[in-house]
């Protein structure tokens, strides 16, 4: 089965979400910025945009464009992504876009930094390129992450990937003018939606719930406690069922942090 996903960034102009929903559209990629970690570069449209998805129930994820080329900038890509998905609880993962000419010597170690810092804040990480990106530039070098890949042609992409956007002139109740569709083969709400109040740790990619519970025992409190402090296990009944009996102890850390 495959699910109806479209990515938008503020170039869709003001998106009428209600709309979009009614439409039948299973989900959503929103751009929450470009390059380095600096507000004027942030999406116009993303903090709207994501506060319309969390309103109305659309699950989403976000993508970042990257202008990477040294190992600083990729670092600081991440932090940009984190600083904005702070809060929100994503049901796709953080991709990470790769299409940049004069950035193809330095993607596929630039994405690797960028992975890893996403995937050790607790979010499931993915590459977005085009078919010949991956082709002649990513090849097999990223494979440890979900792709999502471009091809606007009726032939789907020539690797196999979990998302397949297929042209950037589709159409949908409320975008105005064309929008870009994707074909999403896995259904990613589910599997990062395991255990509620968690927004995504790298154990739910196999949606091993036994995998999060022993990083939960193991974990050192300090680690969990910025977790916490990230909005990764909810609030309340929920963060206390999560955290179980390390509950206390998390706690009185994060308590100790806020003052």
């Not at 702070?86 to 170690?109: F, H, I, N």
């Not at 992409?157 to 956007?165: G, I, L, N, V």
């Not at 083969?185 to 927004?199: A, H, L, M, Q, V």
């Not at 680690?223 to 909810?234: F, H, N, P, R």
């Amino acid at each position: 089965m495959a699910y109806k996903v479209i990515d938008v960034s503020y170039h869709n102009g003001i998106i009428d979400w209600n709309k979009v929903k009614e439409d039948g559209v299973d989900g959503a990629i929103i751009r929450c910025g470009y390059g380095d970690n600096i507000a004027a570069q942030d999406d116009k449209q993303w903090k709207r945009n994501a506060d319309e998805c969390t309103r109305l129930g659309i699950p989403f994820g976000v993508y970042l464009y990257s202008y990477a080329k040294s190992s600083a900038q990729a670092r600081s890509e991440a932090e940009h992504v984190l600083r904005l998905i702070k809060g929100y609880r994503l049901s796709y993962p953080v991709y990470y876009d790769l299409e940049e000419a004069g950035c193809e010597a330095y993607a596929v170690q630039n994405a690797i930094i960028f992975g890893d810092i996403i995937e050790q804040a607790g979010y499931w990480c993915g590459i977005y390129a085009n078919n010949h990106w991956f082709n002649s530039v990513i090849k097999d070098k990223l494979d440890r992450f979900t792709k999502w890949i471009a091809r606007y042609s009726s032939n789907k992409p020539d690797k196999a990937c979990d998302m397949w956007q297929y042209t950037s002139s589709g159409r949908v109740d409320g975008v105005s003018g064309g929008v870009d569709i994707n074909e999403c083969y896995r259904d990613f709400p589910k599997e990062t939606g395991s255990i509620p109040g968690i927004n995504n740790h790298p154990a739910q990619k196999k949606n091993d719930v036994q995998e999060f519970l022993v990083y939960i025992a193991s974990a050192d409190v300090h680690k969990l406690a910025s977790e916490v402090m990230a909005g990764k296990y909810g609030d309340g009944v929920v963060r206390k069922v999560v955290l179980g009996n390390r509950y206390e102890e998390v706690q009185a850390v994060v308590n100790r942090m806020n003052k």
